[in-house]
Nanobody, 124 residues
């Protein structure tokens, strides 16, 4: 069982940067693939970024964010991060982290555990 808690969201101006964190409790973190998704008001949840399980730590990004977002993980701290640069109003959403142990990490179907989300609001 893995429990995930996001932090780092807030209200920021366009152009600023934020670093979201997601800390896990429970066992198996280092074996998990980790992802970030977001859900804007009135829209479906969408994939943002993912990093694979131990070993290769490959990363994937949605095309819309790959130039500005960076996902990383620190297994010693049981934490996955999402650095967001040059924030835009369209980045406004609730950001969720997720953990899974099999499947294609760009799909929500790969994830077994989800956090409650952290709100990011970008003002002009």
């Amino acid at each position: 069982q893995v429990q995930l808690t996001e932090s780092g969201g807030g209200l920021v101006q366009a152009g600023a940067s934020l670093k979201l964190a997601c800390t896990a409790s429970g066992r198996g973190f280092s074996d998990a693939g980790l992802g970030w998704f977001r859900q804007a008001p009135g829209k479906e949840r969408e994939f943002v970024a993912a990093i694979s399980w131990s070993g290769s730590y490959n990363t994937w990004y949605a095309d819309s964010v790959k130039a500005r977002f960076t996902i990383s993980r620190d297994n010693a701290k049981n934490t996955v991060y999402l650095l967001i640069n040059s924030l835009k109003p369209e980045d406004t959403a609730v950001y969720f982290c997720a953990a899974g142990f099999r499947g294609t990490l760009t799909s929500s179907n790969a994830y077994d555990y989800w956090g409650q989300g952290t709100q990011v609001t970008v003002s002009t």
